[in-house]
């Protein structure tokens, strides 16, 4: 696809409205910032065979009241990251251009290639800065505004839920309920530093909310 500027939709970063280069627009096709090549999604509700109506629990009026009505839930979320815009605050073509990206080195990775469970926020960074030189004065670089091999990290994050029904006669139910978000505390490292003048180039600027949870009650009638 083609794109001319736009916003990394995962650090933030505005990186122009116009291509660089009118005269090479070859080298403005690229992805998408909002490419997102493998994505899996779930949501599921299950209500526990239990209490009234089943095999278990059935039968006895305490056990059926305490176990029935319950119902467990989930979303579940698993894709890849989007791609990265490198660009440079350092804009020496003095042009109406209203960004400029670095100079690609040859035979670098652009990505250090560590995981996101061994990432350290402290002193590890997504991208590799010597995959990249800075363009001399007046002279338009090489690099291509997003790369395949060069995203943000992935999205894993699991949300559930577990639902107690309640009647309350013909008309009224009460429902009891437990969530939690992120359940296992994934920590996803977010607004990544994409300037390539930056001291902070590939680091980490931010992460993804750790688990939460909350408690409710609902009143239906």
Known sequence: MTIR??????????????????????????????????????AWAYDLPVGSGHRLGGRNPFARALLGGWTASATQRYQAGTPLQIYTSNNNLLLSNTVQRPNIVAGQNLQTGIGIGSFNPATDRRITPDAFSA??????????PTYWSLRNFPVLQEDVALTKHISLGDRWKLELYGQSFNVANRHRFTVLVTDFSSASFGKQGGSSVGRYVQLGAKIRF
């Open 5 to 42: 500027g736009g916003a990394n939709l995962q650090s933030g970063i505005v990186v122009g409205n116009l291509p660089e280069n009118v005269y090479n627009l070859r080298n403005e096709r690229s992805l998408l910032p909002n490419d997102v090549p493998q994505a899996f999604v779930a």
């Open 135 to 144: 363009p001399l004065p007046f002279t338009f670089d090489n690099a291509a």
